[in-house]
């Protein structure tokens, strides 16, 4: 039974007793506790439930490495699935859930599975659950999908903020050890500028707990003066900060942990940190591997290192009397700490055949038993140790000796954690000293000035020996410093004592005993939260998923949350001995960021709700907003889609509008289409290459409508063009296409053309512009006064500047609607102020505003194409019937090439016409993106024969009947003829005629007056 | 080869599973073959299957630089769908989603094909008009797709917020029978199938040159020695142009990173594939409870599998707006693939201007729901050396022809 | 997550600044060409696996176009220059051929 000790625990402040609830049953822990270290001590066995057999599962690790004590953490709409509880720090009032169990953590139903375990080898779901068809997706994959998933999914959506953070440094430092100080005190003595971010809630890392002594005091006294020194030197430095990845050219993101770890609510909760840095140090140190050995899941078997972490940082035994099972020197540190808090170590056992270096040694001393050269047979107890049995190391498990204990620990050796230098491409080796992979310095991540981004130092560089951390470290950063041209300062490097003189060597063990029978192989754990077994590699390789990335997905080891920091390598040396070949030839998966699970609400930081994407607005929107305006989204802009008034439909709006505006003025905001300044001597030239039509001939005071092709001919964009002076035109634009318009003419001005004299500003949001459209327009001008409005001196597609009321305006005499119109622009700051006006004066004539639908309306009646619904990108101006929109003069424009394309030219090309419906079907509107079709023909994959596609479908209520646009085979020579569009409704088929896309004032009698 | 089956694995049980045969053979690469097939993923051996079971041809061999499946078929997120716009992309892709629905029980192996119904949200009028337009036109197509409205929305998806502030849910184009598959089993599947019919698979032998004369092709270079084929069959898609520079010609292909992320394992919350194009965001939740997310790709020319962080941050943005309570849920793990995208973002099936050397590749973002079609139709090119309906306008010469297949007219990202 | 030195503004842009428009120095073909040689300017792009020139704008910075050169594999970057010149300054072949021994420009 795990227990709190009466004294040690350098983190806790026993003064202070904290609250907390796990499964619904009361705890308390202190202050400085995590969740993990607060349920061992209260001597909380298990804490989870394994993946596919739902296998009691207790802690094993102290760190986030932590692969079984997942919990449900909060409550409400904070309750957080997945939470590792050994980094979960402790506060008041926490409370926690056990997860993937039912009805009960205790008594799992979900357990059954294991009993059949061995019909569940890996893979199993690949070879059965084949037949009937449809039986995987009717039957077995919705059990399936009920017993996977670990934690339940929030139900709410989360109400804390985040944020994002950006950092530029010239040595990002990854871990506060002695290593990551070691090294930053060089760089920021050297005057580089250092940013250090380290995980935990405390600098120091594995020093501080293994009683090393640095420069002849206690290790914490030294990172005590290291990390002071260090914020002299105007460094960075960042607890709870962990780093999830490193990306190209030398941009790491981090995660800082803020109001986590307290039961503090709102505010910020974590901190995203985008930190740009010359140069990275990997300083992240090395996390120690199991044994994989007969029941080594158990609650109870736990990390050598991590029970002298409980021990240490919070005073916490893992058990009464403690079998540690190793297979190197390191882990009789954990013995002797135990020892020395008066903790039971019935036996050491010891894979390798002697165990003879200083620190066994040390523990002999103690009087403490090592079993040389042995193994673990068996290892008792179901739901917690009870006691281990030892056998020959070189056999297969025949039982030597039966001991009693509460806990074992388990010590395979340490795998540098070489994440960061992986992500971005660095390479790693294998180190037959120390049994791992660590980074290779002949392959480091490159910068974009293809010399080395990121250097390792330390445990994370596979230098596991305490006393050479230092020097190692201090390599490393001047490395990095001369490789950024800056001289390093001498630093003292800190002496590291560990102790002891010298450590003998690890030797390999990947299974213990060496060889295993076939039934201890299915009861041997590699990775716990998956459950993968070492029969499960077995299986892989027998069945020839030899590759390393092959037998990770077939067995899904390495897969879970915990990314496979305990069992990745444990996994590739039993293939590699399944396959017969060296660790090194079977090679390492990819690391892959992040270095553990991040939020998604962290990777979003501010722009949630409201700030998701900022809306743009026109000056006039407040208006808009006051009355009655549906939003309709057009780009990052919202432009009204109808105004309603009191409880009418959008339907009877938009009829409203139009009719309005048609028989006496109606009002549109127009300012977002895009307004493009193009000036210059050559600003001509640019335009008769970017328009199909002339421009560079358009008299002053004179607008004329513009074609824009793309390079390969299709359609991308019209509007009006303005000549304003010899040298400069104003191009209109679609709403959508202002700031693309405007990118496009700067590439080939800039890229193209680079010689030509001519400039080219947006805008767009300078002005304001107000369409008055309607028969009444020009009296509502005139009423507001100002200007000459008449039709003798200020013509159709002419413009004017000049005064309305009490504004400078710029008139111009379009129009999109049919009607009698005049587009005004003024300063984007008077908008609000001219529509008022306009509105105010335009009471006596009934103005009222009109939104997109009804612009679309009355343009459709009109015949008028719109961008977006009669083009799609694959459509030529041709194929609209905008012949005369085209230059025959000029010999180029852009697309004009690509319209000389066979396939462009064919006589076959679906080409614009007007539909109209029988008269019987007058109330019935064609649906949107309707087919037309040949009722006898199929084509070549026995379709039914298109031939063309309705682009525009509305309901005029001007001519009081349904109108339609719609591109047709060979369109324009088939007027008069009747034609099959398919219905939603089956069977339905509706017949059509084909007419003149102009439904309304084909001789601009109206637009005109 | 023995069949897979609950009985089968039953009886193995009691020997431990030490009686399993391998899943596919590796043997050494023979010196000729009449059909080569360079890539062993997903396509190429769809390829390979087909042109033994439709063609009867072989004495096939796929070569592979990797490890069979390790390039975009055990990358993407697995989505099967064929609700495309354009007859001739309906045609192939609703083949293969045909196929998708029998390939556990042709295959005898479990791809775990779930037809769980795929919605692509409209969040746009523009958007509510180009799905209405694919619906009708696959309704001609004869493909059961329609257009449901928000209500209909949140029913089969109940943690969606179809009234967000920015973008609220006017309604989705659903198919019914879209759904998604395991990946790694559709490769595992087919190199089992091809083993079984004696072709080779040979894995860890990259492709140094091709050799060709004036009549034709002639066979590859390889890291295990020259391999001579009568026909050749490249299916690699990120490395295509370098496989065509190799030959002597260029493609209308660029690569680019593409990235997917999922989160960390939790309770079924979601049962449908949404795909959000305005917003650019997918999104499923795997058998083993992993939300998977995909989003769009790089904009530049990358070889690295390794994509830039802000698009993995669009795409998580995009869905957190979507789906408000994925928030506090954690992502586990994000990676890359390269994917080959052509000038209409459509792919191709193609001869070349080698004689008897052919391509498939341009899948883009889009090749995992295509591979069984792609493997018939790229078959179908190779055995007859001209190609049939399915194929054909997937050729080459529509660049220069000015003829496209253009997707993107109706919907964004699609894929 | 890429950082390119815009040489018009001399700034170190990140990536979300900037927007990539793809190979440099295409030739344009317009009226009067062939159908291979327009095809050829719009479709067949150099995709090399490894050293590769490129238009990029500052979008969000400057607004200015550049070239710059880049391995697409490793993503090093050899150096950014002027979008107004038809072809890379010598000296940038030579300190690509520096880094890439072996190296040679091929159009």
Redesign the interface.
């Known amino acids: 039974m795990s227990k709190r000790l009466s004294e040690g625990g350098r983190l806790i402040d026993r003064e202070r007793t904290l609250r907390f609830a796990f499964d619904g049953k009361p705890y308390s822990g202190f202050y400085g506790d995590t969740l993990a270290s607060a349920l061992m001590a209260n001597g909380q066995k298990i804490i989870g439930r394994s993946?596919k057999f739902h296998r009691p599962r207790g802690l094993v690790a102290s760190g986030p490495e932590e692969p079984n004590a997942l919990v449900s953490l909060g409550e409400g709409p904070?309750?957080?699935?997945?939470q590792v509880a050994t980094t979960a720090e402790l506060f008041e009032g926490l409370v926690a859930e056990s997860q993937n169990c039912w009805p009960s953590l205790d008594f799992d139903v979900g357990a059954l599975s294991d009993r059949f375990s061995?019909?569940l080898?890996a893979g199993?779901?690949?070879?059965?659950?084949?037949?009937?068809?449809n039986g995987?997706?009717r039957l077995f994959?919705p059990a399936?999908?009920?017993m996977?998933?670990?934690?339940?999914?929030?139900?709410?959506?989360?109400p804390?903020c985040y944020e994002h953070f950006y950092a530029h440094a010239d040595i990002l430092v990854v871990g506060g050890g002695i290593a990551g100080l070691t090294a930053a005190r060089i760089a920021a003595a050297s005057g580089a500028r250092v940013l250090v971010v380290e995980q935990r809630p405390n600098w120091g890392g594995r020093s501080v707990v293994d009683n090393v002594r640095v420069d002849g005091a206690a290790a914490s006294e030294w990172v005590r003066s290291a990390v002071e020194e260090l914020e002299g030197f105007g460094a960075a430095m960042r607890l709870k900060t962990t780093a999830l990845?490193a990306?190209?050219?030398?941009?790491v993101?981090a995660c800082e942990r803020l109001s986590d770890g307290s039961n503090r609510k709102g505010g910020l909760r974590q901190r995203l940190w985008?930190i740009?840095a010359r140069k990275i140090i990997v300083a992240a140190g090395a996390i120690e591997r199991p044994l994989v050995c007969p029941g080594n899941d158990i609650p109870g078997v736990m990390l050598a290192s991590a029970i002298r972490d409980y021990l240490t940082d919070y005073g916490v035994a893992a058990g009464r009397e403690i079998v540690i099972a190793t297979n190197n020197d390191d882990s009789y540190r954990t013995a002797l700490a135990l020892s020395d808090a008066g903790i039971e170590v019935p036996a050491i056992i010891d894979t390798r055949p002697s165990a003879s270096g200083e620190l066994p040694g040390l523990a002999r001393e103690r009087g403490l038993r090592v079993i040389e050269s042995s193994g673990v047979a068996k290892i008792f107890g179901k739901r917690q140790v009870r006691g281990v049995a030892a056998c020959s190391m070189g056999g297969s498990g025949e039982i030597s000796e039966k001991i009693n204990c509460d806990a074992i620990a388990l010590s395979g050796g340490w795998s540098p954690t070489v994440h960061l230098w992986s992500?971005?491409?660095g390479k790693l080796r294998w180190d037959d000293h120390w049994v791992a992979f660590k980074p290779d310095p002949d392959f480091p991540p490159?910068?974009?000035?293809?010399i080395a981004v990121a250097y390792a130092a330390g445990a994370a560089n596979g230098e596991l020996l305490c006393r050479n951390i230092a020097a190692d470290a201090e390599m490393a950063s001047k490395r990095a410093l001369a490789d950024m041209g800056i001289d390093a300062v001498p630093v003292e490097s800190p002496a590291v004592e560990s102790g002891v003189e010298n450590e003998a060597p690890i030797e390999p063990a990947w299974l213990v005993p060496n060889n295993m029978s076939?039934?201890d192989r299915?009861r041997s754990w590699i990775d716990y939260q998956n459950d993968v077994k070492v029969?499960d590699i077995?299986?892989a390789a027998?069945?020839?998923?030899?590759?390393v990335?092959?037998a990770k997905?077939?067995t899904?080891l390495g897969m879970a949350?915990d990314?496979g920091k305990l069992s990745n390598v444990n996994g590739l040396a039993i293939l590699a001995s399944d396959l017969g070949t060296a660790i090194p030839d079977v090679g390492t998966t990819?690391f892959?960021?992040?270095y553990i699970?991040?939020?998604?609400?962290a990777?979003?930081?501010e722009?949630?709700?409201?700030l998701?994407?900022p809306?743009r607005k026109t000056p006039i929107h407040s208006w808009h907003d006051d009355n009655g305006a549906i939003w309709?989204?057009?780009g990052d802009w919202r432009r009204p889609?109808c105004y309603l008034r009191f409880d009418e439909t959008e339907r009877n709006a938009v009829n409203r509008e139009v009719l309005g505006t048609r028989q006496g003025v109606g009002l549109l905001d127009a300012s977002t289409l895009g307004k493009i300044l193009v000036s210059g001597p050559d600003a001509g030239r640019l335009l008769d290459m970017v328009y199909t039509g002339v421009m560079s001939s358009l008299p002053l005071g004179k607008c004329k409508y513009g074609l824009m092709c793309n390079?390969?001919?299709f359609l991308m964009d019209d509007g009006v063009v303005a000549r304003i002076d010899e040298q400069t035109f104003l191009c209109h634009t679609t709403t959508g296409g202002a700031d693309r318009i405007h990118?496009w003419m700067?590439?080939w001005l800039?890229?193209?053309w680079?010689e030509w004299r001519a400039h080219v500003h947006n805008l767009t949001e300078q002005y304001a512009q107000i369409c008055v459209a309607g028969p009444k327009a020009r009296e509502l001008l005139e009423k507001v006064g100002g200007m000459d409005l008449s039709k003798a001196s200020f013509p159709f597609m002419g413009w004017r500047d000049g005064r309305i009321g009490e504004f400078n305006v710029r008139v111009f005499r379009i129009s999109f609607s049919g009607e009698l119109s005049f587009e005004l622009a003024v300063r984007a700051r008077e908008g609000l102020a001219l529509w008022e006006t306009l509105m105010d004066a335009g009471k006596e004539f009934g103005a009222l505003p009109y939104g997109t639908e009804c612009l679309h309306v009355m343009r459709a009646e009109k015949g008028f194409i719109m961008i977006?619904?009669e083009t799609?990108?694959?459509v030529t101006p041709q194929d609209l019937g905008l012949h005369w929109a085209i230059s025959k003069k000029k010999?180029?424009f852009i697309g004009?090439?690509?319209l000389?394309?066979?396939?462009?030219n064919g006589s076959n090309r679906w080409r614009l016409v007007g539909l109209e419906l029988p008269r019987f079907k007058s109330k019935e509107q064609l649906?949107?993106?309707?087919?037309l079709?040949e009722t006898s023909a199929v084509?070549?994959?026995?379709?039914?024969k298109?031939i063309g596609?309705v682009t525009s479908t509305y309901y005029s209520p001007t001519l009081e009947r349904p109108i339609a646009m719609a591109l047709v085979e060979s369109g324009p020579d088939r007027f008069g003829e009747f034609i099959t569009i398919?219905s939603?409704d089956?069977g339905k088929a509706i017949v059509a005629k084909i007419v003149e896309p102009v439904f309304l004032d084909s001789e601009g009698k109206r637009q005109n007056a | 080869m023995s069949r897979y089956s609950a009985f089968a694995i039953a009886s193995k049980a009691m020997r431990r599973h030490s009686g399993w045969e391998r899943v596919w053979t590796s043997p050494d690469p023979k010196r000729n073959y009449d059909v080569v097939i360079v890539g062993a993923g997903g396509h190429g051996l769809a390829t390979a299957y087909y042109l033994g079971k439709n063609h009867n041809v072989r004495d096939v061999a796929i070569i592979e630089k990797g490890w069979l499946g390790g390039g975009n078929t055990g990358r993407n997120t697995t989505i099967v769908r064929s609700g495309y716009l354009q007859d001739d992309s309906v045609a192939i892709y609703e083949l293969s989603r045909s196929l998708y629905e029998t390939m556990s029980q042709d295959l005898n192996f479990n791809v775990m094909f779930s037809p769980r119904g795929l919605m692509m949200l409209a969040q746009t009028h523009h958007e509510v008009r180009g799905y209405k337009r694919t619906v009708n036109a696959n309704s001609l197509q004869g493909l059961a797709t329609e257009f449901i409205g928000p209500e209909r929305v949140k029913k089969l998806c109940p943690i969606i917020e179809i009234n967000g502030p920015r973008f609220p849910v006017l309604g989705a184009f659903w198919q019914a029978r879209g759904g998604t598959a395991r990946h790694d089993a559709v490769a595992w599947a087919y190199a089992r199938a091809c083993s079984k019919m004696g072709m080779h698979v040979v894995q860890q032998c990259a492709v140094t040159g091709i050799s060709r004369d004036e009549e034709g092709i002639r066979g590859v270079e390889t890291e295990k020695g020259p391999i001579n084929c009568k026909k050749l069959g490249v299916v690699v898609a990120g490395h295509s142009g370098v496989l065509a520079e190799m030959a002597g010609f260029r493609l209308p292909i660029e690569s680019v990173a593409l990235q997917a992320l999922v989160s960390e394992p939790i309770k079924p919350c979601l049962d449908v594939v949404v795909m959000a194009n305005t917003v650019h965001g997918y999104i499923s939740q795997s058998d083993k409870g992993e939300l998977v997310i995909g989003g769009g790709t790089d904009g530049f020319n990358n070889y690295s599998q390794r994509g830039s962080f802000h698009h993995i941050e669009e795409t998580v943005r995009a869905l957190v707006e979507t789906f408000p309570i994925i928030s506090r849920l954690k992502m586990l793990r994000q990676w890359g693939g390269i994917v080959d995208m052509t000038g209409d973002r459509s792919p191709i099936i193609s001869k070349t201007p080698v004689r008897n050397l052919f391509f498939n590749c341009g899948w883009g973002t889009g090749g995992f729901k295509a591979i069984p079609g792609s493997g018939w139709a790229m078959a179908e090119l190779i055995a007859k050396g001209n190609p049939g309906p399915l194929a054909a306008p997937f050729s080459l010469d529509r660049f220069k022809e000015g003829r496209f297949i253009d997707e993107s007219v109706a919907a964004g990202v699609a894929h | 997550m890429l950082k390119l030195r815009c040489p018009n503004c001399g700034f170190v842009a990140d990536e979300t600044e900037l927007s990539c428009g793809g190979e440099a120095h295409v030739k344009r073909f317009g009226p009067g060409s062939s159908d291979e040689e327009f095809e050829s300017y719009l479709f067949l792009k150099k995709n090399p696996k490894g050293v590769h020139f490129e238009r990029w704008r500052h979008s969000y910075g400057c607004g200015k176009w550049f070239h710059a050169v880049r391995c697409t594999a490793s993503q090093e970057v050899f150096g950014t220059y002027s979008a107004q010149v038809e072809g890379p300054p010598r000296e940038l072949f030579d300190e690509i051929s520096r880094r890439r021994p072996g190296w040679s420009h091929k159009d």
């Open positions: 993946f904070r309750r957080e699935p997945n061995r019909f080898p199993f779901y690949y070879k059965t659950f084949i037949s009937p068809k995987w997706y994959e399936i999908r009920r996977a998933g670990l934690g339940k999914p929030p139900e709410l959506p989360d804390d990845g990306y190209s050219h030398g941009y993101l985008r740009r992500h971005s491409g490159l910068g974009d000035d293809g076939c039934a299915a029969s077995d299986l027998l069945e020839g998923y030899e590759s990335e092959h997905r077939y899904t949350t990314q990819t892959r960021p992040p699970p991040v939020a998604f609400g990777i979003v930081g722009a949630a709700g409201n998701f994407k809306v309709e989204p057009v889609f390079e390969n001919g990118a700067e590439e800039q890229t193209e680079w977006g619904d799609d990108g694959t010999f180029d004009k090439r690509a000389e394309r066979s396939y462009l649906e949107d993106g309707a087919y079709y084509n070549e994959h026995g379709h039914a298109m596609r398919n939603k089956e």
